[in-house]
T-cell receptor, first 113, second 114 residues
Framework: GQQLNQSPQSMFIQEGEDVSMNCTSS?????WLWYKQDPGEGPVLLIA?????ELTSNGRLTAQFGITRKDSFLNISASIPSDVGIYFC?????????????FGKGTLLTVNP | NAGVTQTPKFQVLKTGQSMTLQCAQD?????MYWYRQDPGMGLRLIYY???????DKGEVPNGYNVSRLNKREFSLRLESAAPSQTSVYFC?????????????FGQGTRLTVV
C-alpha cells in the first residue's frame, strides 16, 4: 500500500522561530492535506493542496505540493505557544481507491515560550 | 455546527466484551471512515464507506465490523474486544473523492480493553 514518510518525528523550538516539516512518498498523490491535532482532540484540516507546484498559505502557515507529486512540506513562521500539537500530512492517491487518504505518522511540535 | 459526532467519548471494556462505536455527520457527506490512532503509528484506516450502501476494508480491519446505517451514520463494532484494540478511534467524513477528499474528524473515542 501507499506509505508516507513524515519528518521530523518531533521538534522542540523557541517561540518566534520558524518551523519546517515535510512528507515524502514513493507513490504519486493527487492531493496533499495538512492537519493539526491538539491534545485530546481530533485532527483539524489546516491546508489542502490539489496541484503539483501549488503553494498555499493560511496565516502563518505555508504548504507546497511538490513538483514530482511525491512530496509536500509545511512551514510555520514566527511560532507561538498555541502552535503546539501534532501535525499530520495526508495524501490522496489515484486509481480505484482515490477517495482514501494515507496519513503520515505525524510531527510532534513543542514550542518553548 | 455539529460536524462529525462520535459516541461514546470514553469506554473501558473487559477482554471478550463487545461494543459499538457510533458516528454521525450532518454535512451531507458521501464518504465516511474509521481510523485508529496509536502512539507513534499515526492514523490507520480500519474501514471506510465510499457511499451509502458500500463498505470496504482499510489497512487494519481484523477484529472489527462496520455498518453504514444511512448517509449520516457509520458505526464500528468490536465483537470480542482484545487488549490490542486499546486505542483512540476517530470517525471522519468527506464529501467524496477527487477534490472533495478533505476529511473532517470527530473528537475521538478513547477505548481501553483490560
Amino acid at each position: 500500500g501507499q506509505q508516507l514518510n513524515q519528518s521530523p518525528q518531533s521538534m522542540f523550538i523557541q517561540e518566534g522561530e520558524d518551523v519546517s516539516m515535510n512528507c515524502t512518498s514513493s507513490s504519486i498523490f493527487n492531493t496533499w492535506l495538512w492537519y493539526k491535532q491538539d491534545p485530546g482532540e481530533g485532527p483539524v484540516l489546516l491546508i489542502a493542496l490539489y496541484k503539483a507546484g501549488e503553494l498555499t498559505s493560511n496565516g502563518r502557515l505555508t504548504a507546497q505540493f511538490g513538483i514530482t507529486r511525491k512530496d509536500s512540506f509545511l512551514n510555520i513562521s514566527a511560532s507561538i505557544p498555541s502552535d503546539v500539537g501534532i501535525y499530520f500530512c495526508a495524501g490522496q492517491g489515484s486509481g480505484g481507491s482515490n477517495y482514501k487518504l494515507t496519513f503520515g505518522k505525524g510531527t510532534l511540535l513543542t514550542v518553548n515560550p | 455546527n455539529a460536524g462529525v459526532t462520535q459516541t461514546p467519548k470514553f469506554q473501558v471494556l473487559k477482554t471478550g466484551q463487545s461494543m459499538t462505536l457510533q458516528c454521525a455527520q450532518d454535512m451531507n457527506h458521501n464518504s465516511m471512515y474509521w481510523y485508529r490512532q496509536d502512539p507513534g503509528m499515526g492514523l490507520r484506516l480500519i474501514y471506510y464507506s465510499a457511499s451509502e450502501g458500500t463498505t470496504d476494508k482499510g489497512e487494519v480491519p481484523n477484529g472489527y465490523n462496520v455498518s453504514r446505517l444511512n448517509k449520516r451514520e457509520f458505526s464500528l463494532r468490536l465483537e470480542s474486544a482484545a487488549p490490542s484494540q486499546t486505542s483512540v478511534y476517530f470517525c471522519a467524513s468527506s464529501l467524496s473523492g477527487g477534490r472533495n477528499t478533505e476529511a473532517f474528524f470527530g473528537q475521538g473515542t478513547r477505548l481501553t480493553v483490560v
